[in-house]
């Protein structure tokens, strides 16, 4: 007999899933029978939450959906965190959990894990939540969730299935198929010349690029260059342009450069982006008296009407979109105005950074610069927050954080290992606090236990120095904030990491080169006080 929790692993088997996080529970024990017979490698967390954050980490740079095992329950309260950072960055997740039987689920007679409606609870976190209550139903709950990741915007997806069902005969299903997905829609013959025309046309076009348009970089290079226009990036954009290219603007949406550059444009082609406080804070404002023309490609049509409304409003594929228009635009003459606005920006930037600011972006820039390829992963830390103002990385995926949008604590480390299990050859450095990686700090005995040799930099203020600053910006006495700080150089040898303390900036990169062919995990502690 094949029970359906084996024709479950079969079925994501063919769709391509090649390994899923988690922490196998009573309730999910079934979902682990065929692992084996697929192929499929399990990685243990050591939290739900980390198993999300890791699979979060792994789809970012794979360009797969990260799946998770989620007992029923607490293993899904756990997870939420890591389901609301994918939800609100657009990443795609596949969380599969048990549930109470059928008959028992949400009755509040007091069973195992039991939930008033867990389903409820996903629903706020999810593309959608999905609860099977036949066999046959799953199939088409499962290529629905993979539709999404494919060609609309990818959020995570949750299907829970009843305990008892995990252990029923699926014979009956066949054989586990790969579905045939639809694709990604791309503009229309019409729309895409009336989005040429008005580009065209311009004399200062400014594209905004996002994190929807990750896929679209080559494409997205090749409009800007024909257009002469500069491109600013969003945070979850970074890369899209390369930090040294001409038109390259990395800096925050919402800082006066970057509304400037806006204000001054006469057509602004937003791809993929939001347009909204993530980026933008409350300078979308300054915006809504815009005297030119707004165009925006999304995949979302929902979201192609927010934050600002367009004049011309598209939904595709960011891809696709982007070569259609290419193919219609006449490539400027060889000395436009874009690169000089450019650099007019990314040099007003610079101006406006802190000392302390730069200190963080002078990190960041050695760790990208360190060695070809290298993955910074960040999560809400001091050089992060800088890096968000102005940092550029050099290809899209090799830099993404948790400190925008939903902006939880202790990303960093799980997803760095994500991305390491996605990128084997590449290095991956992930940057966190000495606060954020209290939230997640058992995952270094995943990252040991796998053999995965992520280097982490640990900035340690012994505290949340940015809730202290604005606890005293606000005239209120600081409390909770100075935390105390265990010693990372004994808790990372004791999960089998080296570990040391950079004393000297200069002397980071050997620092750097040492641990990437250590071929063990890292640990290098930086104390801010004494990082000059």
Same mark, same amino acid.
């Given at each position: ?11 994501l088997a ?13 309730h999910?024990i ?13 990685i *243990? ?32 309260t756990?997870i ?20 109470? !039987? ?18 409820q609870? +996903? ?15 799953? #199939? ?84 800007? #260059?024909?257009?002469?226009?500069? =491109? ?42 939001e @347009?909204?406080?993530? $980026? ?23 979201q192609? @009407?927010r934050? @600002?409304?367009?004049?011309?409003? +598209?939904v595709?594929?960011a891809?696709?979109?982007a ?30 950074v802190? !000392? ?41 995926? *090799?830099?993404?954080?948790?400190? *925008? ?8 480390? !799980? ?9 084997? $050859?590449? !290095? ?17 005995? *995943? ?11 640990v ?19 600081p ?7 265990? $010693? ?7 999960f089998?990491?080296h570990?040391?303390i ?8 050997a ?8 071929g ?6 930086? =104390?801010?006080?004494s990082?000059?």
């Amino acid at each position: 007999m094949r029970t359906f929790g084996t024709y479950i692993v079969e079925l994501l088997a063919a769709n391509g899933v090649e390994l899923v996080f988690g922490i196998p529970g009573a309730h999910t024990i079934e979902l682990y029978r065929g692992l084996q017979n697929t192929g499929l490698r399990h990685i *243990t967390s050591r939290h739900e939450q980390g198993a999300g954050f890791m699979a979060d980490g792994y789809a970012r740079v794979s360009g797969r959906p990260g799946v998770c095992f989620i007992i029923s329950g607490p293993g899904l309260t756990n997870i939420a965190t890591a389901m609301g950072q994918a939800y609100c960055d657009s990443i795609p997740l596949l969380v599969i959990s048990a549930v109470n !039987p059928i008959g028992a689920m949400g009755s509040g007679a007091g069973h195992l894990h039991e939930l008033p409606d867990q389903r409820q609870l +996903m629903r706020q976190v999810s593309a959608f939540s999905h609860t099977v209550l036949d066999i046959s139903e799953f #199939e088409l709950a499962l290529a629905r969730a993979f539709a999404i990741f494919a060609c609309a915007r990818p959020r995570p997806v949750h299907i829970e299935i009843p305990v008892d069902l995990l252990r029923c005969d699926s014979t009956s299903l066949g054989i586990a198929r790969r579905f045939d997905l639809p694709v990604a829609p791309g503009l229309g013959t019409e729309t895409a010349a009336a989005a040429a025309e008005l580009l065209g046309n311009a004399a200062r076009p400014v594209i905004v690029a996002g994190g929807g348009a990750r896929r679209a970089s080559v494409s997205i290079r090749r409009l800007a #260059e024909a257009l002469d226009a500069p =491109v600013l990036m969003t945070v979850n954009g970074r890369g899209i342009l390369s930090s040294g290219h001409a038109l390259a603007v990395p800096i925050l949406p919402a800082s006066a450069p970057a509304v400037e550059l806006l204000s001054k444009s006469d057509v602004i082609l937003a791809i993929g982006a939001e @347009m909204g406080p993530t $980026d933008f804070g409350d300078k979308l404002l300054h915006l809504a008296s815009f005297p030119g023309k707004l165009i925006r490609i999304d995949i979302d049509p929902e979201q192609a @009407m927010r934050g @600002m409304s367009p004049n011309l409003a +598209m939904v595709a594929d960011a891809t696709e979109a982007a070569e259609q228009i290419s193919a219609l635009i006449t490539p400027c003459d060889a000395g436009g105005s874009g690169g000089t606005r450019a650099a007019a920006a990314r040099t007003a930037m610079a101006a406006l950074v802190t !000392p302390r600011r730069k200190m963080g972006l002078c990190l960041l820039s050695a760790l990208r610069d360190s060695a070809a390829n290298t993955i910074i992963v960040g999560d809400s830390n001091q050089p992060i927050y800088a890096a968000c103002m102005a940092f550029g990385a050099d290809a899209p995926g *090799t830099f993404f954080c948790s400190a *925008t949008g939903y902006g939880t604590l202790g990303y960093a480390l !799980p997803a760095a290992i994500g991305a390491k299990i996605a990128a084997p $050859d590449r !290095p991956v450095v992930c940057v966190i606090g000495d606060g954020g990686l209290q939230f997640t700090l058992a995952e270094m005995a *995943t990252a040991t236990e796998i053999g995965c040799p992520i280097i982490m930099v640990v900035w340690n203020n012994n505290g949340y120095a940015q809730i202290k600053t604005h606890m005293e910006n606000a005239g209120i006495e600081p409390v909770g904030v100075d935390i105390f700080t265990p $010693d990372f150089q004994k808790l990372a040898q004791a999960f089998g990491w080296h570990a040391e303390i950079l004393a000297k900036p200069n002397t980071l990169g050997a620092r750097l080169a040492a641990a990437r062919g250590r071929g063990k995990p890292s640990l290098i502690e930086i =104390v801010e006080v004494s990082y000059v």
